[in-house]
């Protein structure tokens, strides 16, 4: 437990607006959350989350994931009404990772 207060004398946000996913939160933060264990996010419910944050090798992986299964995520895409192709959806999160804050581990989503 620390022991002496810091202020921080920089504090920096710098969002990317992606006119992606709109009003499809519910959708893609159930699928983070079951195909990135360690996804954190605010509130009780993953669904109605506002901001997430999700370990940057697991969006890599999840890629992975998709890449090896297209024709089932071309499903699940359907499924939900996800109006992107497959390969479409991995440059969405390929962005997320190359625009997101490398200075940590961790990308940050934010749904307003």
Known sequence: MGYRLHVAEVYQ???HTRDYFNNQSA???RMLQENCPGLSWE???V???ERLEVPRSEL???IGKIVAD???FGKWLQLYDIRVSVETFIRYIAEWIANSDQRNDFVVLSWY
């Open 47 to 49: 669904e109605c989350s």
């Open 60 to 62: 890599a992986d999840l």
């Open 27 to 29: 959708d893609i933060n």
């Open 70 to 72: 297209r024709e089932d």
């Open 13 to 15: 946000v710098k969002q």
């Open 43 to 45: 509130g009780e419910d």
